[in-house]
């Protein structure tokens, strides 16, 4: 059983920096490309940034959040983190971490088999 456990949301103004981070247990986690998805009030979850299981080749979100969020992981501690610079109240949503066994790096969420519970991030204006 996969279980990822995401951390380090909360409430932060605009401009400001968080940093998620996603703790993977059950399985090789260095096997797996980890993604990350986003869901604001109202909408669909979206994809935000995608990083590769060995090579760390990282994939994101071009207009959204290119230039200010930074994916990485870090396969000794079997986690993955979402850095998130010059946050805009646009940013509010709930993050998600996704597992993807298959290393397809995706931006879309059916070619991810595991996902946490998500955590809240609000950029206040």
């Known amino acids: 059983q996969v279980q990822l456990v995401e951390s380090g949301g909360g409430l932060v103004q605009a401009g400001g920096s968080l940093r998620l981070s996603c703790a993977v247990s059950g399985r090789t986690f260095s096997s797996y490309s980890m993604g990350w998805f986003r869901q604001a009030p109202g909408k669909e979850r979206e994809f935000v940034a995608a990083i590769s299981r060995w090579s760390g080749l990282t994939t994101y979100d071009r207009d959204s959040v290119k230039g200010r969020f930074t994916i990485s992981k870090d396969n000794a501690k079997n986690t993955v983190y979402l850095q998130m610079n010059s946050l805009k109240p646009e940013d509010t949503a709930v993050y998600y971490c996704?597992?993807?066994?298959?290393?397809?790096?995706?931006?879309?969420?059916?070619?991810?088999?595991?996902w946490g519970q998500g955590t809240q991030v609000t950029v206040s204006s």
């Open positions: 996704a597992a993807d066994p298959r290393n397809r790096q995706s931006r879309l969420q059916d070619a991810y088999d595991y």
